[in-house]
């Protein structure tokens, strides 16, 4: 049974930073982060491969950054200059797709950590 375990999720105040961690017990090509907040979609965060490509969203860039580290299987997503609109649960998802522009998302999740960004 693959698992994934996720850490990191808090409270911050805007303009603060937090790191979400991700350790999977499967190795995968693609590892990403999504999120969602209430009442929304769950969206694409960032996605890195494991040679070490690399996608963010538009909302995120140059703020966010994904990295991993393959040997131990996990994952990571560094936030920084945190705004409101970041706020939402977020998901680590492994084993997606990424074909051309495409990125798919994979059939495992993490249980989820909220990010609350809040003054």
């Known amino acids: 049974q693959v698992q994934l375990v996720e850490s990191g999720g808090g409270l911050v105040q805007p303009g603060g930073s937090l790191r979400l961690s991700c350790t999977a017990s499967m190795n995968t090509n693609v590892m990403a982060w999504y999120r969602q907040a209430p009442g929304k979609q769950r969206d694409l965060v960032a996605a890195?491969?494991?040679?070490?490509?690399?996608r963010d969203a538009d909302s995120v860039k140059g703020r966010f950054t994904i990295f991993r580290h393959n040997a131990k299987n996990t994952v990571h997503l560094q936030m920084n200059s945190l705004k409101y609109e970041d706020t939402a649960v977020y998901y680590c998802n492994i084993g997606g797709r990424w074909i051309g522009s495409v990125i798919s998302k994979g059939y495992y999740w993490g249980q989820g950590t909220q990010v609350t960004v809040s003054s």
């Open positions: 890195i491969t494991r040679g070490g490509t690399t």
